[in-house]
């Protein structure tokens, strides 16, 4: 739980005061879908610039609330901040996806399409939302488990549960042998 609270103040802080209050509050009695429409509102409004880690951060909540699918436009319209330290990146192409029959794990993944996510800049290991194929052709709305692949993305290295999107983020963030190093002149750091 505190590590949520820490994740939400150090968002607020991408904020102007008045609207990291509201976002604040909104969060504290229980709306944080609503809360993460206050904050991109608030980035966008203000320019704010923001690193690939901080985006990648807002589409992990946006994904755990829900809101990813509606949120995601308007987190790649944030602005970043020129930055090559990011230690991850938003894999921008949605339409590539990786057959669970072709990766070498275990067959839980087998019928089943992993969407790459978040790519991690420091060893390539892609984080990846797994998905199910719905009877008319489509994505299942909701991922089934998230898999972290090994830089070809032919081998799950670590696979997650269905409400794990921030333990398999944290996961692809600590997953290096190269330490984390991160700066962010918004003082947001994982």
Not at 130 to 159: K, M
């Amino acid at each position: 739980m505190t590590e949520g609270v820490d994740t939400w103040n150090r968002l607020a802080t991408l904020l102007p005061p008045a609207q990291a209050e509201e976002f604040k509050d909104c969060w504290t009695i229980g709306e944080q879908e609503a809360a993460l429409g206050l904050l991109l509102s608030g980035i966008l409004s203000n320019d704010v610039a923001i690193s690939e880690t901080v985006r990648a951060q807002l589409s992990v909540l946006a994904e755990t609330w829900g809101e990813r699918e509606a949120l995601t436009p308007r987190i790649r319209q944030c602005r970043g901040d020129g930055q090559s330290a990011s230690a991850v990146t938003l894999v921008e192409q949605d339409d590539v996806l990786v057959s669970g029959d072709t990766v070498q794990a275990d067959r839980s993944l087998a019928s089943l399409v992993l969407v790459p996510w978040i790519s991690c800049t420091r060893c390539s290991q892609v984080l990846m939302r797994v998905h199910a194929h719905e009877a008319w052709g489509a994505l299942s709305y909701l991922a089934e488990r998230y898999a972290i692949t090994t830089p070809d993305r032919t081998a799950v290295a670590r696979l997650f549960s269905t409400d794990s999107a921030d333990k398999a983020f944290t996961s692809l963030l600590q997953a290096c042998d190269q330490p984390l190093t991160i700066t962010d002149t918004t003082g947001f750091a994982p």
